[in-house]
């Protein structure tokens, strides 16, 4: 008798893995350039921008640009007292550009963990062993393997992500607002009688966070025309057809891969293997081994998957040549072992003998 390799545990391990990959070298909201044309972004500047964006943009038109005040009000929709006071502020009254508190917190949290990075890539130059390390340095050795890992960076996965929130709903509404010029207190008092519950200091954190991303991504893509996929829509590609993905489109898709060349390695070596397994075409699997041991030599836990999988091949490809599994075997042994977790330290090997027995024989009159 032969043993079969459960399909689902492959590729569920396999996924698991890669989107740990893409949750270290992804970000959570991801610029995608679709064109090479230049846009105008003037409606947006008008919403994410700071005050001091604005009193600059405005010394620009007046003064570079050499625009009348009644020329920048129709351009803008300030007023002309506004203009008036932008146009003739002293440079010392112009406010700086402050890191916000958020993102200073962050920007230390990721400097004191790039040092612990470099601090243990160190060692390991030094030719020291994981032990000698997790000696060294108290991280456990799982910890010493992430910091080893090329792939592995300071910043937070998380950092800019979208979290649900009361705010959520609203989200757009807050953005139509905002354009026509209405105070975070008008906007609050407004989406109120809409049903939100929050404060207005979450609607103040919601523009910040908009602010900074729109200032992120003007200072990398200017004069370029780009779309934002979040990171969450890339990770369902691994589960599901790009047809079956509607916020993604096959440009789309192209334009991520040309950014993120090993987003592209991630995408075929789970699509190849699902098409491995469907085809039921074990003649390839060889092959696809070689192509990810070569594409992630650096990763230790793919590796080690990889590893599993040629250590069982036999198993492996068993799974590929039929439509039997272990599946049968596997869920007795579940069954068993959560029969006894529940009697733990209160019954006999005798009673459980007996349990198992009786299950065993309703399962078979039903």
């Known amino acids: 008798m032969e043993q079969v390799s459960d399909r689902y545990h492959l590729i569920a391990r396999l996924i698991d893995l890669a989107q740990g990959i893409i949750y270290r070298q992804i970000p959570a909201k991801v610029p995608v350039l679709i064109s090479d044309k230049e846009y105008q972004k003037f409606e947006d500047f008008l919403l994410y921008a700071t005050r001091r964006d604005k009193i600059l943009y405005v010394r620009d038109l007046y003064y570079h640009q050499r625009m009348t005040q009644t020329e920048i009000r129709m351009k803008t ?66 910890r010493i393997k992430r910091y080893l890992d090329p792939h592995t960076t300071a910043n937070k996965a998380t950092y800019g992500a ?56 003007d200072s990398k893509y200017i004069g370029k025309s ?26 789309l898709l192209d334009g991520l891969f040309t950014e993120y060349p090993m987003y592209r390695k991630i995408y075929d070596l789970v699509w190849d293997f699902r098409t491995i397994l469907k085809n039921k075409d074990d003649s390839k699997l060889s092959e696809w ?17 990889l590893k599993g999988i040629e250590k069982d091949e036999s198993a492996v490809r068993m799974a590929f ?10 869920g007795s042994v579940n069954k068993v072992k959560t029969l006894k977790r529940k009697m733990y330290g209160r019954c006999s090997f005798d009673l459980l003998r007996k349990k198992i027995l009786l299950i065993e024989q309703r399962s078979l009159v039903t």
């Not at 010392?92 to 040092?115: C, F, G, V, Y």
């Not at 081994?289 to 998957?305: D, G, H, V």
């Not at 040549?321 to 596997?330: D, I, P, Q, R, V």
């Open 77 to 142: 929709g300030f007023s002309i007292k506004l203009i008036k006071k932008y146009v003739t502020m002293l440079d010392s009254e112009i406010p700086a550009d402050k890191m916000l508190a958020r993102e200073k917190i962050h920007d230390d949290n990721t400097k004191q963990k790039q040092k612990q990075i470099d601090y243990v890539r160190q060692l390991r130059a030094r030719g020291k062993s994981l032990a000698d390390i997790e000696g060294i340095t108290n991280y456990t050795q799982a």
């Open 321 to 330: 040549k039929t439509h039997f599994s272990n599946g049968l075997a596997e």
């Open 162 to 217: 979208d979290i649900p929130g009361k705010l959520r709903p609203y989200r757009q509404e807050v953005l139509e607002l905002r354009k026509q010029g209405k105070s975070y207190a008008l906007i609050h008092q407004q989406i109120t009688k809409d049903g939100y519950t929050g404060t207005v200091d979450a609607i103040r954190g919601f523009m910040a966070r908009q602010r900074r991303l729109q200032k992120q991504l």
């Open 289 to 305: 081994l070689n192509t990810a041991k070569r594409n992630f030599e650096s990763s230790f836990a793919l590796q080690s998957y």
């Open 226 to 251: 780009i779309e934002i996929i979040e990171r969450r829509w890339i990770i369902k590609l691994l589960f599901f057809p790009l047809q079956e993905v509607p916020v993604i489109t096959r440009k």
